[in-house]
């Protein structure tokens, strides 16, 4: 059993920054967890954004956030973030959270999604 609780989406103009978190709870959760953002737009399938394994190594999975967004683990408190500077349009969508074994969230499916939180970027 595990929940994953995102917040900081928003409306904002291009150029602008949002910060996403996320929470992991339940007596699921494994601090060797990798945990993931994900996002969907009605003009793209889901799509891995960056993943963070427990000790915190990061992997960027799209080629258009490379040096605009970081993501960053806080293992104390199971929480995940997404640093998302000079946004564009091509980053609206619905941004999803994920957890599950390290392996799952680059070559297949997370055990664990969040509902998500919804980043748009228009001007």
């Known amino acids: 059993q595990v929940q994953l609780v995102e917040s900081g989406g928003g409306l904002v103009q291009p150029g602008d920054s949002l910060r996403l978190s996320c929470t992991a709870t339940g007596h699921g959760f494994l601090e060797s967890y990798a945990m993931g953002w994900f996002r969907q737009s009605p003009a793209k399938a889901r799509e891995s954004v960056a993943v963070i394994s427990w000790n915190g190594i990061s992997v960027y999975r799209l080629d258009s956030i490379k040096g605009r967004f970081t993501i960053s683990r806080d293992d104390a408190n199971n929480t995940i973030y997404l640093q998302m500077n000079s946004l564009k349009p091509e980053d609206t969508a619905v941004y999803y959270c994920?957890?599950?074994?390290?392996?799952?969230?680059?070559?297949?499916?997370?055990?664990?999604w969040g509902r998500g939180t919804q980043v748009t970027v228009s001007s």
């Open positions: 994920a957890a599950g074994h390290g392996p799952d969230l680059v070559y297949g499916s997370p055990q664990y």
